[in-house]
């Protein structure tokens, strides 16, 4: 039986169809799979090991709705009862009026005084079919339209990071630029605050985390750079 053996490195970089480890100890994951004795990448991304789990991070590609996902999307229509929703992805979704007020609405009412052509809402994903209808709500802690500020988009796949670990990485651009953030598990952002120079700042910390989220000690880094910005 062949020794199983590692052939990459924990944030390393590998395109589709590269050989990342061999035997059969380690285990493919999200971005990898099986194929007889070795464990090869599907996709061009990130490396990610934990134990003898082997999963790639993508680098580049569409955001793929999840049931449980919260994203920023806009309305693209508004219909009889519900509205059309552009998700930045390959597919639509539909907000039903059920689910998008606790208010009491009558047949018939006009649904642009609620939410308009144009309009940005922050929606929680109910559920996936198989064939990729969306459900969406607007019940829940910060479900809500987005008023003011400025809407910019970033790569899906490198949200976790954006975020960070309990909310740390975004808790840092908003405490230094005192604006307000929300990021889309669709790579979708809002950012708003009272000063325009903070709030531009924010949009290029979040650009800048994008960048170069692949390096480690990131939070550290941004903290020094937003120190001395916001001297500047």
Same mark, same amino acid.
């Given at each position: 039986?062949?020794?199983?053996?590692?052939? @990459?490195?924990?944030?390393?970089?590998?395109? +589709?169809?590269?050989?990342?480890?061999?035997?059969?100890?380690?285990?493919?994951?999200?971005?990898?799979?099986?194929?007889?004795?070795? /464990?090869?990448?599907?996709?061009?991304?990130?490396?990610?090991?934990?134990?003898?789990?082997?999963?790639?991070?993508?680098?580049? !590609?569409? %955001?793929?709705?999840?049931?449980?996902?919260?994203?920023?999307?806009?309305?693209?229509?508004?219909?009889?009862?519900?509205?059309?929703?552009?998700? =930045?992805?390959? %597919?639509?979704?539909?907000?039903?009026?059920?689910?998008?007020?606790? $208010?009491?609405?009558?047949?018939?009412?006009?649904?642009? &005084?609620?939410?308009?052509?144009?309009?940005?809402? @922050?929606?929680?994903?109910?559920?996936?079919?198989?064939?990729?209808?969306?459900?969406?709500?607007?019940?829940? +802690?910060?479900?809500?339209?987005?008023?003011?500020?400025? /809407? =910019?988009?970033?790569?899906?796949?490198?949200? +976790?990071?954006?975020?960070?670990?309990? !909310?740390?990485?975004?808790?840092?651009?908003?405490?230094?630029?005192?604006?307000?953030?929300?990021?889309?598990? #669709?790579? @979708?952002?809002?950012?708003?605050?009272?000063? +325009?120079?903070? $709030? #531009?700042?924010? $949009? &290029?910390?979040?650009?800048? /985390?994008?960048?170069?989220?692949?390096?480690?000690?990131?939070?550290?880094?941004? $903290?020094?750079?937003?120190?001395?910005?916001? &001297?500047?």
């Amino acid at each position: 039986m062949t020794e199983s053996k590692l052939l @990459v490195q924990d944030k390393q970089i590998v395109v +589709p169809g590269e050989e990342l480890a061999q035997g059969m100890d380690y285990l493919p994951s999200s971005g990898s799979y099986r194929d007889d004795n070795s /464990i090869v990448s599907q996709v061009m991304g990130l490396v990610r090991i934990d134990g003898k789990v082997i999963k790639i991070i993508p680098l580049t !590609g569409k %955001y793929l709705p999840k049931r449980n996902d919260v994203i920023i999307a806009q309305v693209t229509d508004v219909a009889y009862s519900a509205w059309t929703l552009n998700t =930045f992805s390959a %597919y639509n979704a539909m907000l039903s009026l059920k689910e998008a007020t606790s $208010e009491y609405i009558e047949k018939g009412a006009d649904l642009t &005084k609620f939410y308009n052509i144009g309009d940005y809402i @922050v929606v929680k994903i109910t559920n996936v079919t198989s064939q990729k209808l969306i459900d969406v709500t607007m019940k829940g +802690p910060g479900l809500r339209k987005l008023r003011k500020g400025r /809407i =910019f988009q970033v790569n899906s796949h490198k949200v +976790p990071r954006i975020i960070g670990k309990q !909310g740390s990485m975004v808790m840092v651009v908003k405490n230094h630029t005192n604006t307000q953030v929300t990021v889309g598990q #669709n790579g @979708v952002v809002w950012v708003y605050g009272e000063d +325009p120079k903070m $709030e #531009n700042l924010a $949009e &290029k910390a979040i650009k800048k /985390i994008e960048a170069e989220s692949h390096t480690d000690g990131l939070t550290d880094k941004m $903290e020094k750079w937003l120190s001395g910005e916001v &001297k500047k």
